[in-house]
């Protein structure tokens, strides 16, 4: 196991100790991986994180070739590119309307909202059934609602991946280094046998930053903010406009939503 990844993993571990014996720390931060891990003054303080894509935003972009969101995380995040849909690691990626919001779907659906993707990613959902089904805690929701996890304590037995009902985990089959195009030194790898997501961040949020996805989208599709201040971007955006969840019949609540 490389240094970073051991700095990484020992922050994890604390967090899901509720940070109680490190109360400094606030999340991992950019460099080298060592312990720069203390409270930033800079950190962006919220109750809970939330986003709001506005797919009619996106989608002229996207028509023209414009895949930002997705290569940025990639690059940020060390996510590898495996070309086999059973091995592949996703974070953030498109989907058709009928598989993103299969329940919502109906013979009268406009042509553009279902003949375009939407940008899908993990929900961070209020209620995560990812997190009640962990065995080790492995995967723990942070007091600002940020879904984590512990790749450390990890024992790769999917029972998140079971759970979440959006697909948004991702399971690494094998090592996932040889696949990275170009390894960015600022992030932790992964190894075989730990599962991997969207994490909204957190090491930018934790040094006073928005998502890489939210600062890279030249449209402004995506909107970022606290859902439980009223004077927010994503609260702003959710009194003035019409939103959609996915599957929130399922209680998951999650605090991801689309304009259409
Ligand atoms: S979208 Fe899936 S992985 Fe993310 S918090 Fe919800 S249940 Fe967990
Ligand atoms: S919030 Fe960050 S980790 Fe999540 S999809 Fe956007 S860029 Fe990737």
């Not at 996207?62 to 940025?72: A, K, P, S, V, W």
């Not at 329940?103 to 209020?126: G, R, S």
Request: charged share 25%.
């Amino acid at each position: 196991m490389d240094t970073s990844r051991r700095e990484f993993l020992k922050l994890g571990g604390a967090c899901a100790l509720g940070l109680a014996l490190l109360p400094a720390v606030k999340g991992f931060a950019a460099g080298t991986g060592s312990p720069q891990h203390l409270a930033s003054p800079k950190a962006l303080q919220g109750k809970r994180w939330g986003l709001v894509i506005d797919m009619k935003k996106c989608w002229p972009r996207y028509q023209e070739g414009c895949r930002r969101c997705f290569d940025t995380c990639r690059r940020e995040h060390n996510i590898p590119v495996i070309d086999n849909s059973k091995e592949e690691i996703k974070w953030i990626w498109p989907e058709p309307f009928a598989n993103a919001f299969p329940d919502q779907e109906h013979e009268f659906i406009p042509a553009d909202v279902k003949d375009n993707p939407f940008i899908v990613l993990c929900n961070h959902c209020d209620n995560p059934p990812c997190v009640r089904v962990c065995p080790t805690k492995a995967t723990f929701k942070r007091p600002d609602g940020i879904v984590m996890i512990d790749y450390h304590r990890c024992i790769g037995c999917r029972y998140c991946m079971a759970a979440c009902p959006y697909g948004a985990r991702s399971f690494n089959f094998r090592d996932p280094r040889p696949y990275i195009k170009e390894t960015n030194p600022a992030y932790p790898t992964r190894e075989k046998g730990v599962v991997e997501k969207c994490t909204l961040c957190v090491e930018r949020i934790d040094t006073g930053l928005p998502p890489a996805c939210v600062e890279a989208c030249p449209a402004g599709a995506l909107a970022f903010g606290d859902l439980e201040d009223p004077a927010s971007p994503v609260r702003q955006l959710l009194k003035t406009r019409y939103t959609l969840q996915r599957k929130p019949e399922l209680g998951t609540h999650p605090s991801v939503y689309y304009i259409v």
